[in-house]
């Protein structure tokens, strides 16, 4: 076999709205002409296509290149989260003999075996108001000028930015900023976005806002 395409996922268990990491592989270890395939669709879950690789491993003394294709997926029912099999074609390049020589080899046609995500509810013991089910949290400040040196009338802005691994950037809550009686708030608009890392998403989310000192005191 000169041609393979699986699937597989980095778990077969998460929490509804959690992170899933498709990966579809193309190994092949002759030239193809072109390639394609199929479009991924499931019900009851957001997809989001990653960053493709590719790569060379020899197997057995034999080269053969390695395409990988990957998506976040992020399931929004709990239940079983069925992935259909996906399907992969190509045509094997044989060379062209004359410049009048359309190529055309063999057509290729393989498919992946389907698979089946076990989609976790929020625990019952779960009663907080945002469900946030990453992998890692990470919170940080900063200052534009150090706070403890913020005279009546000045303004620093304070920013706090949201880090979730395994989330989009949309599923990251606004951090709300606590009134204080001597100072006053003015938020910014937030910052939203996402990156993409090895192991999949990290949602990032800023907020900032202008505080301004009304009267002089120490505030916590």
Aim: aromatic share 8%.
């Amino acid at each position: 076999q000169t041609v393979m395409f699986d699937a597989e996922v980095d778990k077969d268990s998460v929490y509804v709205q959690g992170q899933v990491i498709l990966t579809l592989r193309i190994q092949q270890s002759i030239n193809l002409d072109g390639g394609n395939i199929s479009e991924l669709k499931l019900d009851n879950a957001f997809v989001k296509p990653l960053e493709q690789h590719s790569f060379q491993r020899n197997i057995d003394g034999r080269p053969w290149r390695v395409n990988e294709v990957r998506y976040a997926i992020f399931p929004e029912k709990s239940g079983t989260l069925e992935i259909p099999a996906q399907v992969f074609s190509g045509r094997a390049s044989r060379g062209r003999q004359s410049v009048f020589d359309l190529g055309g080899g063999q057509l290729l046609r393989r498919n992946s075996k389907p698979l089946s995500i076990n989609v976790l509810p929020k625990p019952s013991s779960f009663t907080a108001d945002t469900w946030l089910p990453a992998q890692s949290l990470t919170l940080q400040e900063t200052w534009s000028t150090e706070p403890n040196e913020l005279r009546v009338g000045e303004s620093t802005t304070r920013t706090i930015q949201v880090l979730g691994e395994g989330l989009q950037g949309a599923q990251l809550p606004p951090i709300l900023f606590t009134p204080i009686d001597g100072l006053k708030y003015y938020p910014d608009q937030p910052q939203i976005s996402e990156q993409e890392v090895a192991d999949g998403l990290v949602g990032i989310r800023q907020d900032s806002a202008a505080v301004v000192a009304i009267r002089p005191g120490t505030y916590l």
